[in-house]
């Protein structure tokens, strides 16, 4: 096959490269349908989740990554005023109260672990720190499991005195529903036939 220039000239046609130059730009047109299909972006999970809570999209700015602040509800108890001018425990404090961990577990006794940590806690003596604050300050480091999340249930500063978390503490850990308990055993109490004054003695202490 011939094809005649625009000077008159007739110059054979190469089919080999006719056909080669039809495939590329067939796989062009094909790597940009590709293109225009892949550059929808679906909508910000963000904005999914506003629209379907019937709120107005609030768009995340770098602002918002970069602010360290620390919000008021990650603080549950209020630190008191004290005359000293800086507060610092020991280290080794911090590890023995670590060693005496309140879970929240049913076979847990909340007063033998309150009367522990008070005693661990009077070990320090701080001047212009007085020691229920003491108890106050170090009172999230006693916690694990079940009890820390408890205590972090308390938003914005809502525990102010050593006094006022004992309370809550107690009520959560030994409602009354335990105390009618306990004391039913105490005035049902009976020394069993196998049993020595002694033992029973040591039993009924238990109790207590």
């Known amino acids: 096959m011939r094809l005649r220039t625009a000077s008159g000239d007739v110059v054979p046609i190469n089919l080999e490269i006719e056909a080669t130059c039809q495939r590329n730009n067939a796989a062009r047109r094909r790597r940009e349908q590709d293109t225009e299909g892949s550059s929808y972006t679906s909508p910000p999970l963000s904005l999914h989740h506003a629209e379907m809570d019937g709120e107005p999209a609030r768009r995340v700015t770098l602002e918002d990554f970069s602010n360290t602040a620390t919000p008021q509800f990650f603080t549950n108890i209020a630190r008191p005023e004290v005359q000293a001018a800086n507060i610092s425990y020991p280290h080794s404090l911090i590890q023995l109260i670590q060693g005496n961990l309140f879970h929240g577990l049913p076979s847990e006794d909340p007063y033998a672990h309150l009367a522990l940590y008070i005693e661990i806690c009077n070990t320090v003596k701080i001047a212009g720190v007085p020691e229920d604050v003491v108890c106050l300050n170090l009172f999230s480091f006693c916690l694990a499991g ?60 238990g109790l207590l």
Do not use: C
């Open 146 to 205: 079940e009890a820390k999340r408890w205590l972090h249930s308390f938003k914005g500063n809502n525990l102010r005195t050593w006094e006022e978390v004992v309370e809550k503490f107690l009520k959560k850990y030994f409602p009354e529903s335990k105390t009618a308990k306990g004391k039913m055993e105490i005035y049902s109490f009976h020394q069993f036939p196998d049993e020595s004054l002694s033992e029973a003695l040591d039993r009924f202490h």
